[in-house]
């Protein structure tokens, strides 16, 4: 995998951190107070978004639109399992 679909993947896989309808002008306010961390959601999406990315590759020829959808289906279900994880850590 080049270093052009790491980045990709990088980014795919970011996509779904922010608040929703961030990228709207005007801006919706940010929620108050921030409900987690800004980092901790952006880290975890970005290492799932290019592990899903390096996956998908396995299944599929490389193509960009392949490696994206891969590397978003990897951001949401590590963002997915991170959140379940938290869950269980406040829950006991």
């Known amino acids: 995998m080049s270093t052009s679909y790491i980045v990709l993947s990088a980014l795919v ?9 961030w990228w709207r002008v005007p801006r919706p306010p940010r929620p108050y107070p921030d ?11 970005i290492a799932g ?9 396995w299944f599929a ?3 960009v639109a392949i490696v994206a959808v891969g590397a978003f289906g990897g951001g949401l279900a590590a963002l997915a399992i ?3 994880w938290r869950q269980n850590k406040r829950a006991g």
């Open 61 to 63: 020829t490389l193509s």
């Open 13 to 21: 896989g970011w996509c779904g951190t922010l608040w929703p309808h």
């Open 82 to 84: 991170d959140e379940r």
């Open 49 to 57: 978004g290019v592990v899903g990315g390096y996956v998908i590759t």
């Open 35 to 45: 409900p987690e961390p800004w980092w901790r959601p952006s880290v975890v999406a």
